[in-house]
T-cell receptor, first 118, second 114 residues
Framework: SAVISQKPSRDICQRGTSLTIQCQVD?????MFWYRQQPGQSLTLIAT?????????ESGFVIDKFPISRPNLTFSTLTVSNMSPEDSSIYLC???????????????FGPGTRLTVL | GESVGLHLPTLSVQEGDNSIINCAYS??????FIWYKQESGKGPQFIID?????DKRQGQRVTVLLNKTVKHLSLQIAATQPGDSAVYFC?????????????FGKGTKLSVIP
């Protein structure tokens, strides 16, 4: 298993500003993911962050809006840039521990960062 | 009973009864499925998984059934307890080359009536 922490747990931000969310894992993991969960809805993958390479973004998400860093095997950041009220969501960090030797076998999630943009 | 709320379908069950939560997945090529439980203010928590070469898998108080013919997944919770109240998501993934993301279903909110 993996224990994941996120900072901040919640924030209220003004339109046009940026917020950087931190994700810390208690063990070294190869694959980290960032998800968005809009109020009352399911999870949508934003990007995959692998150490040593640029993040891979899903359709509808771009690096300029959601820059990601992955400096080592236990840490990642997601920045929500130039925020608007539509960015109000829960942002979740996830890791894959490759328990079964195949990606997707076991994904663990952090507690999430609840972002409100005014 | 089951009803469609503003965002999430809701299932209300009496404490001690069995709960059945259903999920229709989209990709016929998906070969691995996971059920997650998300309590208020927390991230999703792994409950149980199943591979496409299985039809049924049991855990502690939970059973997952997979029907590949109709692309349907269900989660059965035996003797439902108040602590089971949460939103439940199914997720699917395909182990093909270069594919590793989880695709989440819409979720079902389970409310347990004491």
């Amino acid at each position: 298993s993996a224990v994941i922490s996120q900072k901040p747990s919640r924030d209220i931000c003004q339109r046009g500003t940026s917020l950087t969310i931190q994700c810390q894992v208690d063990s070294q993991v190869t694959m980290m993911f960032w998800y968005r969960q809009q109020p009352g809805q399911s999870l949508t993958l934003i990007a995959t962050a692998n150490q040593g390479s640029e993040a891979t973004y899903e359709s509808g998400f771009v690096i300029d809006k959601f820059p990601i860093s992955r400096p080592n095997l236990t840490f990642s950041t997601l920045t929500v840039s130039n925020m608007s009220p539509e960015d109000s969501s829960i942002y979740l960090c996830s890791v894959d521990t490759l328990r079964g030797g195949r990606v997707g076998d076991t994904q663990y999630f952090g507690p999430g960062t609840r972002l409100t943009v005014l | 009973g089951e009803s469609v709320g503003l965002h999430l379908p809701t299932l209300s069950v009496q404490e001690g009864d069995n709960s059945i939560i259903n999920c229709a997945y989209s990709n016929s090529a998906s070969d691995y499925f996971i059920w997650y439980k998300q309590e208020s203010g927390k991230g999703p928590q792994f409950i149980i998984d199943i591979r496409s070469n299985m039809d049924k898998r049991q855990g502690q108080r939970v059973t997952v059934l997979l029907n590949k013919t109709v692309k349907h997944l269900s989660l059965q919770i035996a003797a439902t307890q108040p602590g089971d109240s949460a939103v439940y998501f199914c997720a699917e993934t395909y182990s093909g080359a270069g594919s590793y993301q989880l695709t989440f279903g819409k979720g079902t909110k389970l409310s347990v009536i004491p």
